[in-house]
């Protein structure tokens, strides 16, 4: 089972599990992984926004916060449809992999007929995406970044030179049909754009970013706008 897949179906269990929830040690076994591999799970579904309980001790365990899952939703086929296709075009953008949780859980509560129906209508179609980036390194810019905490990263300039840097994560950026992360250069003492495809190795410091801001990027272009379509 994929990550991505497992992380539904947890999330699905721990729905499931009401009040009581479950342990650690059950969940592993459930999904016949490592309890250390379990726990990171959970931790990748709280930092996703699922609201999830942890209760320590003897009959302890975990389990969703009452009230926190989502209600029906009205969506049309065709509205349904485009979501399948913007998540499906853009296996490389930030937040991929949560994007497609995400889709699952509205299709999840979408009524039957409407879901069969967009999931029809989205065999008509068909998208050649973006190769995506290394999971690893994606996960770790995406967590450096909304935890507003220092990466480092190994990066190969448009020469080939590799260099290894403490960055502090400010924004994502597509143009050209290519992710940037745009991040303060603790080398350079500036402000870079990094070429996603070229960071070749991250993880996340406990060093907290001291604060640069996107006002510090400068104008955005004319035709650019944030992710959540508001003016």
């Known amino acids: 089972m994929k990550r991505t897949e497992r992380l539904h179906a947890l999330s699905e269990m721990l ?38 309980w942890s209760r320590p001790g003897p009959g302890g365990g975990y389990g969703l916060i009452v009230g926190a899952s989502l209600p029906p939703v009205t969506l049309s086929t065709v509205q349904a449809t ?31 007929v409407t879901r069969d129906r967009a999931v029809e209508l989205a065999d008509r179609v068909w998208v050649n995406a973006s190769r995506a980036p290394s999971r690893a390194v994606q996960s770790a810019l995406e967590h450096g970044t909304a935890a507003q905490r220092v990466l480092r990263i190994r990066y190969v300039s448009g020469t080939g030179a590799r260099t290894v840097r403490d960055v502090e994560p400010v924004m994502f950026a597509s ?57």
């Open 82 to 112: 485009a979501l399948l296709a913007a998540v499906a075009a853009a296996p490389d953008a930030p937040y991929a992999d949560h994007a497609v949780a995400g889709m699952q859980k509205i299709l999840d509560v979408l009524d039957p």
């Open 15 to 52: 729905r499931r599990g009401g009040a009581r929830g479950y342990s650690a040690d059950r969940l592993a076994r459930e999904f016949a992984v490592s309890v250390r591999t379990v726990k990171r799970d959970l931790a990748a579904l709280s930092d996703s926004g699922t609201a999830v």
């Open 175 to 231: 143009t050209n049909g290519q992710w940037y992360l745009v991040a303060w250069c603790q080398l350079r003492d500036a402000m870079r754009w990094f070429a996603v495809a070229r960071v070749e190795r991250a993880s996340v410091t406990t060093q907290p970013c001291t604060g640069h801001s996107i006002q510090e990027i400068g104008e955005p272009p004319p035709n650019a706008r944030p992710a959540h379509g508001r003016p």
